[in-house]
C-alpha cells in the first residue's frame, strides 16, 4: 500500500524557518516527480513546488526564493525547507507523488499524504 508520511509542521513566527519531510513507502518513487501543495480555510489546493526525477525544481509565484526542495532517493524522502515564513503561508501543507498532466493541477497527483498544519504567526 502507498503511503506518505509528513512530518516538521507546526508553529512559527514571521520571519522564521520550518523544515518539512515526506516519506514514501510502499511504491516506486525514486522515478516520479514529488511535490508539496496547501490548502488554507476556504481556499482550494494550491501547488507550491515539485522535484522531478533530474532533481530540477519548480516553485509558485508565491514561494520562489523562500522555500527549498530537495529530495534523498535512498531514502524515498523529500525535504522541503521553508525559510522567511509570511502569515499568509499559512495553511495545511501535503506532500504528494505526481501522475500525468499538469503539475499545478491537484488533479495530475495521485498519491497524497495525510497533510499536517502550518501556522504563521505574525
Known amino acids: 500500500q502507498v503511503q506518505l508520511v509528513e512530518s516538521g509542521g507546526g508553529l512559527v513566527q514571521a520571519g522564521g524557518s520550518l523544515r518539512r519531510s515526506c516519506v514514501a513507502s510502499g511504491g516506486t518513487f525514486s522515478t516520479y516527480p514529488l511535490g508539496w501543495f496547501r490548502q488554507a480555510p476556504g481556499k482550494e489546493r494550491e501547488f507550491v513546488a515539485v522535484?522531478?526525477?533530474?532533481?530540477?525544481?519548480s516553485y509558485s509565484d508565491s514561494v520562489k526564493g523562500r522555500f527549498t526542495l530537495s529530495r534523498d532517493d535512498a531514502k524515498n524522502t523529500v525535504y522541503l525547507q521553508m525559510n522567511s515564513l509570511k502569515p499568509e503561508d499559512t495553511a495545511v501543507y501535503f506532500c504528494a507523488r505526481f501522475s500525468s498532466g499538469s503539475v499545478v493541477r491537484a488533479t495530475s497527483w495521485d498519491y497524497w499524504g495525510q497533510g499536517t498544519q502550518v501556522t504563521v504567526s505574525s
Open positions: 522535484i522531478r526525477r533530474s532533481h530540477t525544481t
